[in-house]
């Protein structure tokens, strides 16, 4: 017989049988029924055994000594290949015939024991022709198996299956089985071995298909479910993002791409109706065809709901839920964000505006102003604490409220209250002109002339009104509300009802808020110059010192006063940056004149300084710095404080100047006389110099000249100069230097000059000295 077409059908059948087997045994651990796999991965080993066996044997001469090892493996290969056939349809069907399988299992092992030991199934011979020679048990034991195998199989494809598609596969490999077992029974012999095999791989390809097949379809399950999960995840995180709107349409959307309904509808609940707000696909024609309905709540209250029509799964009735219950918390989260943001932007006892939404609704209003005013209201409740204490706390909230009630029927339609504190009401509104602006003022400060009726108490008030009106749609409301609480507080400063804010006063801030800015840009782009006014010895005109000024040109070429823009440095925190500069250009300009030889005991000078920086902390280590980075001796310089401010200094103030008098400094009172303090408490103060004010430099007799007589004697006394501001003639300067006052400055000698004239000032000083010493010797001569 030509064995090798039979034999290349049972090799491509191991093949086919071990390749599954071989998956089975990578994936076992994975599952949740590795005994099942295991079975299977035997049973097909098994198979797979009988069949190279098969091929051996075939190959093999009955006469070699591998013969009868070779046909024993597979006589036993084939009897636990069919115990495990029958196991493993038990295990997939979950039907279990377990008396009929354990006399399966001692029969085969009974038929080994006795095949190797005895005789009674094979006399380990051949007849000459090559047929095994058997022995009386081996027919009866094939029978038995037979048996044994119908009673099993019988049993399980009797009752349902757990998987019912493994049932039909299994009838459906019955057949080609049955068909070949009944050709084994009229085949030769030499074929039976091969029809055999073919029995038991046909069961076992059909089994590790279904099974495959299975886990392929869990694998999709599972991924499908970690796609829903992570489109689910998405979807969320979208929905529940703070600020965002209600995703119904992406709901819906989201549902019709996952589960592939006919149709989809979220529908919302208003007043007992149902209104569709997002739908997708056709809708059905007939009434009730819609599969699931997941109630969409917010806080316990139903808001709507998300249906579906179709065929629906479990898993997608689960999904569904998902979905809705997202959305119900989407609904939460923008019902409390609304609650929120109401709570945010309204007052908590009247319910109206409060400062954060007037701000936009006044906003609102200057930009669609057109040709018309915008009218800003502040309104006051007088004795809003005598109506608290009078009527209790409640009646307070409730008078607030009321009061709040009748702002707004003055505001009107378009019009904005909002409540900013205590008994405070901002009104705003549009007017067509000056004349609907002062009835609406009068209105509102009129609310006041019927008493409130609040839980029967009546309760008076008054309303105090302050008004501002604007053209500008550029206008800050902040400004606005600001301007019209000046207004407020002009009208109870004269007990009326209502008072405008004058329009002046607000140009004049607005250009005080323009120069500003122009002059911190000044001192970051090094605008600010410094000129020089000499300080002379007024006995004999001869130049002593400087006193630094800091002058400020616009990039136009306008020179600003100093009184305009220093008080703009003090009241915008600017004066610290500004007094760096000016200290800086002064000491360079003193080096300057020191390297000219311009002065053989050196000019001496002053420097005008605020409390605000001396008595910043970081003040001392600064002077310290730029004192050390310039060859200068510090005695040479003197910082000038303003008397009014020195009275009300603080401790950290004084402490400085006693630091500043320790490093080397003179520290001089400016503008004497202009304040209230003692010489006596003047004289405890780190002070060396005094400045008399230029009122008291005046001529001719009177309470001014016996002050400046006092001042100069008492400072002599306390070793204390003297220096006098101002001299303008030469009869201020004769009294002067007839009153003992040693040095002074003003316009009679000088008017502040840009450095580089200084030396030409001094050289001229000099010339005068000369001259005077001259006619002083020709005189005594």
């Not at 077409?5 to 191991?14: D, E, H, I």
């Not at 009797?158 to 490999?173: C, E, I, L, T």
């Not at 400020?552 to 760096?580: N, Y």
Request: glycine share 8%; hydrophobic share 45%; aromatic share 8%.
């Amino acid at each position: 017989m030509d064995y090798l077409v039979p034999n290349s059908v049972l090799l491509l059948l191991t093949g086919f049988v071990l390749f599954p087997a071989l998956v089975s045994v990578l994936v076992w651990r994975k599952r949740e029924t590795p005994a099942m796999w295991i079975g299977t991965a035997v049973w097909a080993c098994l198979v797979a055994l009988s069949a190279v066996t098969t091929v051996l044997l075939s190959q093999t001469p009955v006469s070699s000594p591998g013969f009868a090892p070779l046909f024993t493996a597979r006589q036993l290969a084939f009897a636990f290949a069919l115990f495990a056939m029958v196991w493993v349809l038990q295990a997939i069907s979950g039907n279990w015939a377990r008396v009929l399988t354990a006399l399966f299992a001692v029969l085969n092992v009974v038929r080994a024991v006795l095949w190797v030991t005895t005789d009674w199934f094979w006399r380990g011979t051949t007849t000459a022709d090559g047929t095994p020679e058997f022995g009386p048990a081996r027919g009866w034991g094939v029978l038995a198996q037979i048996v044994l195998t119908f009673a099993i199989v019988g049993v399980v494809m009797s009752r349902p299956w757990r998987y019912p598609k493994a049932r039909r596969a299994a009838m459906w490999a019955l057949i080609p089985a049955g068909v070949l077992f009944g050709a084994l029974l009229v085949a030769p012999l030499p074929l039976q071995d091969y029809l055999m095999v073919a029995i038991l791989s046909i069961p076992v390809l059909v089994v590790q298909a279904v099974l495959l097949g299975r886990m392929a379809s869990q694998y999709r399950a599972v991924a499908e479910s970690r796609d829903r999960e992570a489109r689910l995840a998405e979807f969320g995180r979208q929905a529940l993002t703070p600020g965002g709107v209600i995703p119904a349409q992406a709901a819906v959307t989201l549902v019709m791409e996952v589960l592939e309904p006919t149709y989809c509808e979220c529908v919302e609940h208003i007043r007992g109706d149902r209104r569709p707000v997002a739908t997708a696909g056709v809708r059905p024609t007939s009434v009730g065809v819609l599969s699931v309905t997941v109630p969409l709540e917010a806080s316990g209250q139903l808001f709507g709901e998300l249906s579906i029509a179709g065929e629906v799964e479990a898993n997608d009735s689960v999904f569904l839920r998902g979905v809705g219950l997202i959305l119900s918390a989407a609904l939460s989260r923008a019902q409390l964000e609304v609650e929120l943001r109401d709570q945010a932007l309204r007052d908590a006892v009247t319910g109206l505006p409060n400062w954060i939404l007037l701000h936009d609704r006044i906003g609102g209003l200057l930009a669609r102003r057109g040709k018309r005013l915008v009218v800003v209201l502040c309104c006051d409740v007088k004795e809003l604490k005598v109506i608290n204490d009078d009527f209790g706390r409640e009646i307070g909230d409730a008078a607030l409220r009321e009061i709040g009630a009748r702002l707004v029927e003055v505001a009107g339609r378009g019009g904005t209250v909002a409540r900013t504190g205590g008994g405070e009401f901002i009104v705003a509104r549009l007017v067509d002109g000056p004349l609907e602006a002062d009835q609406f003022s009068n209105a509102a400060a009129m609310i006041g002339n019927e008493p409130l009726a609040v839980d029967d108490h009546f309760v008076p008030f008054e309303v105090c009104v302050g008004v501002v009106t604007s053209e500008d749609s550029e206008a800050e409301p902040d400004r606005l509300v600001h301007e019209a609480e000046v207004a407020l507080l002009q009208a109870k400063a004269v007990s009326v009802k209502r008072a405008s804010y004058d329009s002046f006063e607000r140009e004049a801030r607005d250009v005080r808020r323009r120069m500003g800015r122009e002059l911190a840009a000044a001192i970051r782009d090094d605008e600010i110059y410094v000129e020089y006014q000499p300080i002379l010895e007024l006995a004999t005109q001869r130049i002593v010192g400087v006193e630094a000024l800091a002058r400020w040109k616009r990039h136009d070429g306008v020179s600003v006063p100093p009184g305009e823009f220093i008080p703009i440095a003090e009241a915008d925190g600017m004066i610290t940056a500004l007094s760096e500069r000016v200290f800086e250009q002064g000491l360079d300009q003193l080096e300057v004149w020191d390297q000219m030889g311009l002065c053989p005991d050196g000019l001496r000078l002053s420097l005008n300084i605020t409390p605000n920086v001396v008595g910043s902390q970081d003040f001392i280590p600064w002077l310290t710095d730029i004192l050390g980075a310039h060859d200068v001796d510090p005695g040479r310089i003197t910082l000038e404080l303003t008397e009014s401010s020195v009275e009300r200094a603080e401790a950290d103030v004084l402490r400085h100047l006693e630091m500043v008098r320790d490093l080397g400094p003179c520290v001089s009172l400016d503008d004497f006389g202009t304040g209230y303090s003692s010489l006596s408490r003047l004289l405890t103060l780190p002070v060396g110099e005094l400045k008399i004010d230029r009122r008291f430099t005046m001529t001719g007799s009177g309470a001014h000249r016996e002050i400046v007589k006092t001042v100069v004697d008492l400072a002599h006394r306390s070793d204390l100069v003297v220096v006098a501001e101002g001299i303008e003639t030469q009869e201020q300067w004769s009294m002067l230097v007839a009153d003992g006052c040693e040095y002074g400055q003003g316009y009679l000698f000088s008017k502040p000059l840009p450095g580089d004239r200084i030396p030409e000032f001094t050289r001229r000083s000099r010339l005068r000295l000369v001259g005077d010493l001259d006619s002083d010797r020709m005189s005594s001569g």
